[in-house]
């Protein structure tokens, strides 16, 4: 059983997916503490003039866990960014057909961001056609401890022998404590793909999942994956 641990971003770039594509399991580690002004509540837009912040205005106090922070002036702002993505992909030859799920999303008035952040990740996948479970970690019995050991207990919560880790965490965790526990670990190896955006003629890499699927439609896994078309 092989699992990854991120916590649930806004709007997430490819390589969060192909983690996902690589488990069985996806644990949204929305119990750490939220990151302000990081991936939690902004991203990158591909427009036509290279790329461009999108951003969700949020209400945080410092030290609160991501489940427990909201979207500032939620029906306003949603409906903003909803409006800039429409503006920025609108033309782009798959939006009409994959788009309808994300604006139904957006105009949900939800009020915490980790639980927009989830139901887009979730339609993403869908139209991925991912196979993953996806689970939040505020679901699983409590974890109390924290940076590695926390991921060695979540990965012991969901029963998992492989943890699949971003490409950094090789600087970051404790690895003695890891390969004590006799868990085993994959480092992930993300090569980007180039793919046609059709608002810019030079190529924009990391940007959001929805520049992906709205450029590539039926296509975006294999392209995702780096498969010939």
């Not at 069985?24 to 790329?51: A, I, P």
């Not at 009409?96 to 999303?105: L, Q, R």
Request: net charge neutral.
């Amino acid at each position: 059983m092989i699992c990854t641990i991120h916590q649930p971003n806004y709007l997430p770039y490819l390589g969060f997916f192909e983690k996902a594509y690589n488990s069985d399991v996806f644990v949204l580690y929305d119990t750490t503490q939220f990151k302000k002004n990081d991936w939690q509540n902004r991203n990158k837009l591909c427009s036509g003039n290279g790329w461009q912040w999108i951003s969700l205005p949020i209400l945080h106090d410092f030290g609160q866990k991501i489940f427990e922070v909201k979207i500032k002036d939620s029906e306003k702002n949603l409906t903003k960014n909803w409006r800039s993505i429409k503006v920025t992909y609108g033309r782009a030859p798959f939006f009409k057909d994959f788009s309808p799920v994300f604006e139904e999303i957006y105009h949900a008035n939800t009020v915490y961001v980790s639980e927009l952040n989830i139901n887009i990740i979730l339609a993403a996948a869908a139209h991925l056609g991912l196979k993953t479970k996806f689970v939040k970690s505020s679901e699983l019995p409590e974890i109390t401890s924290t940076s590695t050991q926390a991921l060695i207990d979540i990965t012991k919560n969901v029963k998992a022998d492989t943890y699949i880790s971003g490409a950094e965490g090789i600087n970051y965790l404790d690895m003695d404590l890891w390969n004590s526990t006799g868990l085993k670990i994959q480092f992930q190896k993300y090569h980007h793909p180039v793919y046609k955006q059709f608002n810019s003629e030079e190529f924009q890499p990391y940007m959001n999942i929805l520049d992906l699927l709205f450029n590539c439609g039926p296509d975006s896994l294999n392209v995702l994956l780096g498969k010939p078309l």
